[in-house]
């Protein structure tokens, strides 16, 4: 029996291993191929023919393969414990897994010690079973006499209470002594008797009301009379409050004084001039410390007063002079064609700029203000060669010459600038000695002029 089994699994062998037993059943045309580098193999098509000449056969065509039930037996037995094998391994890994997960790791029990050490320095700082006993204790203690002292206070009246009771008993004395002193200096006998006479009438007449007022007042006037009576004693309460509040007649009078004093410094005042320093500042109310102008020699200055030092040396301190001008001066003018007239003044057709109107077309300035003025002129010369001056005409002087530009016979450009001290009604002009001053519609002469600085201003 044993080597019938043998012969049978070598049988089986060869045919597996010469690719003679499929894997599946012969309708697949699925065939297993085994790869023998000394066997040919048989191919899909081969095996193709072979089963198309047995399927003529029904009963072959239709019954399952016996090669492949040997086959698939143990393939899927081998399958299903691989199957087994891989579930095993599978469920192994989930609960190696699961248990990692329920770890902690060093990191994690290194911060919880750390935490467990925190904890236990507190605790042994805080406060033990006795200490925290013996501060309720005191606490205890503290309560009940705050709460004695409140009781003793609530009953007893506060110092501003009894000031009060003193005064009000003084004034009380005082106001009956001076009516006892006036009765008794000046009531006659006959007043006395009538007024006696008139008490005696007044207390008939109280008793006949109090028996009327016994036998008809109702509980409702009581309550009435009552109400009265206590909105009659808060008003006077309230009087004699506002009263303790009033201030006294030396403070009113004080205060009187001071406004008095506050009007006149606040007051306008003058001293009939500029102010030339910081004493006459001071003179007319000012207080406050500062840099303030002041006019001297008919200049304006800047200067620090501090009026807290008003006899020191440091009172007064210069700050600089202002430029202050009472009038805005300065000109600018141009020519548009060229001028020859020799021993005459250089007329401007074109005046670009003329603040305060002191410069005409005829090319003369007349200083409006006196002070330094700056004059600048340029002009351009043509063939032959040009001489052109600056003068300057006074009161007393006739156009004096201040300077001369000279221009060459080859278009020169030449030139004149200077600074002069004016008086009011100084006049000053460009004059032409030789030559001709060539311009055309590009504008080659310019004359300009300003005001730098005024030396007095009006007052």
Same mark, same amino acid.
């Given at each position: 029996?044993?080597?019938?089994?043998?012969?049978?699994?070598?049988?089986?062998w060869?045919?597996?291993?010469?690719?003679?037993?499929?894997?599946?059943?012969?309708?697949?045309?699925?065939?297993?191929?085994?790869?023998?580098?000394?066997?040919?193999?048989?191919?899909?098509?081969?095996?193709?023919?072979i089963?198309?000449?047995?399927?003529?056969?029904?009963?072959?065509?239709?019954?399952?393969?016996?090669?492949?039930?040997?086959?698939?037996?143990?393939?899927?037995?081998?399958?299903?414990?691989?199957?087994?094998?891989?579930?095993?391994?599978?469920?192994?890994?989930?609960?190696?897994?699961?248990?990692?997960?329920k @770890?902690?790791?060093?990191?994690? %029990? +290194?911060?919880? !010690?750390?935490? /467990?050490? #925190?904890? &236990?320095?507190? *605790? =042994? $700082?805080?406060?033990?079973?006795?200490?925290?006993?013996?501060?309720?204790?005191?606490?205890?203690?503290?309560?009940?006499?705050?709460?004695?002292?409140?009781d003793?206070?609530?009953?007893?009246?506060?110092?501003?209470?009894?000031?009060?009771?003193?005064?009000d008993?003084?004034?009380?004395?005082?106001?009956?002594?001076?009516?006892?002193?006036?009765?008794?200096? @000046?009531?006659?006998?006959?007043? %006395? +008797?009538?007024? !006696?006479s008139? /008490?005696? #009438?007044? &207390?008939?007449? *109280? =008793? $006949?009301?109090?028996?009327?007022?016994?036998?008809?007042?109702?509980?409702?006037?009581?309550?009435?009379?009552?109400?009265?009576?206590?909105?009659?004693?808060?008003?006077?309460?309230?009087?004699?409050?506002?009263?303790t509040t009033?201030?006294?007649?030396?403070?009113?009078?004080?205060?009187?004084?001071?406004?008095?004093?506050?009007?006149?410094?606040?007051?306008?005042?003058?001293?009939?001039?500029?102010?030339?320093?910081?004493?006459?500042?001071?003179?007319?109310?000012?207080?406050?410390?500062?840099?303030?102008?002041?006019?001297?020699?008919?200049?304006?200055q800047?200067?620090?007063?501090?009026?807290?030092?008003?006899?020191?040396?440091?009172?007064?301190?210069?700050?600089?002079?202002?430029?202050?001008?009472?009038?805005?001066?300065?000109?600018?003018?141009?020519?548009?064609?060229?001028?020859?007239?020799?021993?005459?003044?250089?007329?401007?057709?074109?005046?670009?700029?003329?603040?305060?109107?002191?410069?005409?077309?005829?090319?003369?300035?007349?200083?409006?203000?006196?002070?330094?003025?700056?004059?600048?002129?340029?002009?351009?010369?043509?063939?032959?060669?040009?001489?052109?001056?600056?003068?300057?005409?006074?009161?007393?002087?006739?156009?004096?010459?201040?300077?001369?530009?000279?221009?060459s016979?080859?278009?020169?450009?030449?030139?004149?600038?200077?600074?002069?001290?004016?008086?009011?009604?100084?006049?000053?002009?460009?004059?032409?000695?030789?030559?001709?001053?060539?311009?055309?519609?590009?504008?080659?002469?310019?004359?300009?002029?300003?005001?730098?600085?005024?030396?007095?201003?009006?007052?």
């Amino acid at each position: 029996m044993a080597k019938i089994s043998l012969i049978v699994i070598i049988w089986i062998w060869h045919c597996v291993f010469n690719n003679q037993l499929s894997a599946n059943d012969a309708h697949d045309n699925y065939y297993l191929l085994y790869s023998n580098a000394f066997v040919s193999q048989h191919t899909k098509a081969n095996y193709g023919k072979i089963m198309d000449q047995s399927s003529k056969n029904d009963e072959l065509h239709n019954t399952p393969n016996t090669r492949s039930l040997f086959l698939q037996g143990p393939i899927l037995l081998k399958i299903k414990q691989l199957e087994s094998i891989i579930a095993s391994v599978a469920k192994q890994l989930i609960d190696t897994k699961n248990e990692l997960t329920k @770890k902690v790791t060093q990191a994690d %029990l +290194d911060k919880t !010690n750390k935490a /467990v050490a #925190d904890l &236990t320095i507190a *605790l =042994q $700082t805080k406060a033990n079973k006795a200490d925290v006993n013996q501060l309720i204790s005191d606490v205890t203690d503290l309560t009940t006499k705050v709460d004695a002292t409140n009781d003793n206070l609530a009953t007893k009246a506060s110092q501003t209470d009894l000031d009060q009771t003193n005064s009000d008993v003084a004034g009380l004395t005082a106001s009956l002594q001076t009516t006892n002193n006036n009765l008794a200096t @000046k009531a006659s006998q006959t007043d %006395l +008797d009538q007024t !006696n006479s008139d /008490v005696t #009438d007044l &207390t008939a007449s *109280l =008793q $006949t009301t109090n028996d009327n007022l016994a036998t008809k007042a109702s509980q409702t006037d009581l309550d009435q009379t009552n109400s009265d009576v206590a909105g009659l004693t808060a008003s006077l309460q309230t009087t004699n409050d506002n009263l303790t509040t009033k201030a006294s007649q030396t403070d009113l009078d004080q205060t009187k004084s001071d406004v008095t004093d506050l009007i006149a410094k606040t007051s306008p005042s003058s001293i009939g001039t500029i102010p030339t320093s910081c004493v006459d500042l001071e003179t007319i109310g000012f207080v406050k410390s500062g840099i303030h102008s002041v006019m001297v020699n008919k200049q304006v200055q800047d200067v620090y007063c501090d009026f807290t030092k008003s006899n020191s040396p440091d009172f007064q301190k210069l700050i600089g002079v202002v430029d202050v001008k009472s009038t805005q001066v300065y000109f600018y003018a141009q020519k548009s064609t060229s001028y020859s007239t020799v021993g005459t003044g250089i007329p401007f057709d074109l005046i670009k700029l003329n603040v305060g109107n002191a410069f005409s077309t005829s090319g003369e300035f007349v200083a409006p203000r006196p002070g330094k003025y700056y004059f600048a002129y340029s002009g351009l010369s043509g063939t032959i060669i040009v001489r052109a001056a600056l003068q300057l005409k006074t009161a007393s002087v006739d156009w004096a010459t201040v300077g001369t530009a000279y221009g060459s016979n080859n278009y020169q450009t030449f030139s004149f600038h200077s600074t002069l001290q004016l008086l009011q009604g100084d006049q000053i002009r460009m004059y032409l000695r030789d030559g001709i001053v060539y311009d055309d519609d590009r504008f080659f002469t310019h004359f300009v002029g300003w005001l730098i600085d005024e030396d007095e201003l009006p007052v």
